[in-house]
């Protein structure tokens, strides 16, 4: 190609490009929805991505330029997003209408990762509903109870680690990694029906595949999660894999020789693995292969192992820096273990008002995402975005969001949004339409009831044994990491813990009738 010809060619495709991205970073303006003027290529994400701000700290100041909108427009990179402010318009998009706003945008490619992607919140259209469908037996209150002496034997594990190695004076611990572990064994067991001791085996080869091989939430598995939200062409492109054959080779044969060993043997055990049999023997014409379990158990891995340990990570921590939280707690759980004679039930920990407080004010202040997604399927108008303007049409393939965490921090809603009060929980003050850390709608974590439960058997047992207190490390109000998607803290979350000083009231009781 001669020199002229080719710098023509350059100079026309950089026109196109130009007026391409030129007319997406003009697309509000047209329709005359509030914004902020973005940046060419980068949007309004150049403070998220020179790691001025974190992504929740962007969108709730974006979200704070514009209190009398129902919505605005933000410029994730060049794809523009209609961001919902409005509590009425979200329920309207995400329970009245769900059909035009059923789809999440995926992190998994299909080609690249063909039995991760088949995970619930990665699919769409008809395959997530038959997917849904199959799955929600699996996650209702009762087949919850049916895995609490699980999880129950899992944070005994836990609990009597860290007394026993904390003693009577006091240890500081990374409190990620050990509920890290403690979210492992959970899952190993509930899911996989594998029963796994990380505290005292550290390297059984559950562990050691789950963190080493994974290494979910390191630097590589961060970048090809953002590129396949971000650029899923160009992740495509340069066959970025999210996790590799070797992992779902591993987990897909943990999946099959357990089903092949309960089929031939008739063993029954109350996990999710036994649950998927179940609902797969009863759905006859809805395939749920071996494929299809084990993404569904790999995802409940991926969102244990690393969701569910930072937020339980946010309720140690708000519990040792609050010291009257904490005695009013310990309270709620003697009363419990006296009137369970020191053998908590289900029913007795989901019926702790005080305990469901604290888990609930924790993830109003700290959701481990900031924000959710929906694609628009089917064209759909909105109302006007303020009231000097028009109805907007949106098309399939836009994007919406809405900012969970600047909702939840919105003094509208939610007096002093920044004080942690678990009070307002149990006062009735509180708006469930304004109060999303699981998603809403149909879309809703399939597996937050196991999450919340999770949560609440480990902090009973916690306290039951053991006392928190701040370390030298501990930050009241901790700086939020910088370039992370989710809510995580610079340094990492600190705490000492030592082996409860006062006896459980259980413990006293045993102890007069001994006497006597």
Known sequence: MEPST?????????????????????????????????????????????????LSELLQKVYNLFPDAKYFGFYDFSRPVFVIRDPELISTIAITQFDHFC???????????????????????????????????????SKMKMMFELINQCAENFTSFVATESGKTCKTYDMKDILSRYTTDTVATCAFGISVDSFNDPNNEFSV?????????????????????????????????????????????????????????????????????????????????????TAQAFVFFLAGFDTISTAMCWMTHVIAVNSDVQSKLREEIDNVLIKTNGKPTYEAINGMKYLDAVVNET???????????????????LPPPTSNSQPIRIKPGDSIWFSALSLQRDPKYYPHPDKFDPERFLNGSVDNSIYMPFGIGPRICIAYRFALMEAKVMLFYLLWRCDLEPDIKTRAHPALKKKAFMMETEGGFWLKIRARKSKPPVIQCLSNKVEK
């Open 209 to 293: 595949v789950g963190r080493k091989s994974m290494r979910f939430g390191g630097p590589w598995v961060s970048f090809t999660f953002f590129m396949h939200r971000s650029f899923p062409l160009l992740a495509n492109f340069f066959k970025l894999r999210m996790f590799g054959p070797k992992i779902e080779n591993f987990f897909k044969n943990i999946v099959t020789n357990t089903v092949k060993f309960r089929d031939e043997q008739g063993i029954f055990r109350p996990d999710m693995i036994q649950l998927m049999m179940e609902t797969r023997n009863k759905n006859s014409g809805l395939v749920f292969d071996i494929n299809e379990m």
């Open 363 to 381: 993830l109003r202040m700290y959701p481990v995402s900031s924000f959710l997604d929906r694609i628009c399927t089917k064209e759909t108008e």
């Open 6 to 54: 080719l710098l023509l060619t350059i100079l026309t495709a950089s026109i196109c490009l130009y007026y391409f991205v030129l007319s997406k970073l003009t697309y509000f303006k047209r329709l005359k929805v509030p914004y902020v003027q973005p940046i060419p290529f980068l949007g309004n994400m150049a403070p998220f991505v020179f790691g001025r701000m974190t």
């Open 103 to 141: 789809d999440h945008h995926g992190f998994v490619n299909e080609t690249l990762d063909p039995i991760a992607s088949k995970n619930l919140f990665n699919l769409q259209g008809d395959h997530w509903r038959e997917m849904r469908k199959l799955l929600s037996p699996s996650f209702t209150s």
